[in-house]
């Protein structure tokens, strides 16, 4: 429930981003969005009906390769977004933000975007579209998803000049994408964040096991020997997200608020519970 709650909540950033912002501004942006941004430029076609026809397509290559969890996840993205933007247009209708400053309409956006696209996906969800083909690859490679994004999306925002007939517009473009893209990994990397503890404590065994039933972490008792004192030790590894170690300190301090704690951030974390380890 709290996956679906996150992903309908980026929906809804994009959403705003890409309604409110890019597309009553001609602002081109990249994926899906993009093209419907281009078909809605040449022909008047409401955006949700060509998001949502090209959407559906890839769907069909989602499911074959990233599997049913990740595949209903999106299609349930893709849903939320294509009955939001009819519900954000009708608010915003005849509403004019920003309509004479198009950098900042480029920033406000792409922001929105970016931080929409990157809640989604630490929600393991997505937007759809070349959102599906970074995770594609990021599933197989050590890719980020930004830099995936970026390099399929700039050929759909260069393209958008054949209707706009105007470089500025594209140039403006380029900015949206390249600010999405670094907020979109700044959201996910927050999200994925890790850090150690080493934990020395005589109450090691009511720490470890706390951690074990309470966070669903693994704990790992070392043997150690103190210089000064020249008595033995127990010493706790825990690798644990950055969002739980306001949790892990509160149970060290009910237990044992005279622990000696040590807390690390780390760069990555491969294995169980954590990210699959990728090979580029």
Not at 24 to 39: K, Q, R
Not at 117 to 139: L, M, Q, R, Y
Not at 179 to 207: C, P, T
Request: net charge positive; hydrophobic share 50%.
């Amino acid at each position: 429930m709290k996956d679906y709650l996150l992903i309908a909540l980026g929906m809804i950033m994009y959403g705003i981003g890409w309604n409110v912002f890019l597309l009553p501004n001609d602002l081109p942006s990249g994926a899906v969005p993009g093209i419907a941004s281009i078909v809605y430029w040449a022909t008047g076609l409401p955006v949700q009906y060509t998001y949502l026809g090209i959407n559906g397509c890839l769907l069909v290559l989602s499911l074959i390769i990233l599997g049913w969890k990740f595949s209903v996840k999106t299609i349930f993205a893709v849903f939320v977004l294509s009955s939001i933007l009819p519900v954000i247009q009708s608010i915003t209708n005849g509403v004019s933000l920003i309509h004479d400053q198009p950098f900042m309409a480029c920033v406000l956006g792409a922001s929105f975007c970016g931080s929409g696209i990157g809640i989604a996906f630490s929600a393991n969800g997505s937007t759809g579209g070349t959102d599906i083909i970074a995770a594609i690859v990021n599933k197989y490679r050590d890719i980020s998803l930004g830099r995936v994004i970026l390099l399929c999306d700039l050929v759909i925002i260069s393209s958008s000049y054949l209707v706009l007939h105007n470089w500025e517009k594209v140039v403006y473009g380029y900015v949206v994408l390249f600010i999405s893209s670094f907020v979109l990994d700044q959201v996910v990397n927050s999200a994925r964040q890790s850090v150690q503890f080493f934990i020395i404590s005589n109450k090691y065994e009511e720490i470890g096991h706390r951690i074990n039933k309470d966070l669903h972490r693994g704990v790992t008792f070392i043997d150690g020997v103190g210089c000064y004192t020249q008595n033995n030790v127990k010493m706790m590894f825990v690798l644990a997200k950055k969002r739980e170690s306001s949790t892990i300190f509160r149970l060290i301090k009910d237990i044992d608020p005279k622990a000696f704690v040590s807390q690390s951030a780390v760069i990555g974390v491969f294995g169980e519970g954590f990210d699959r380890i990728k090979v580029k």
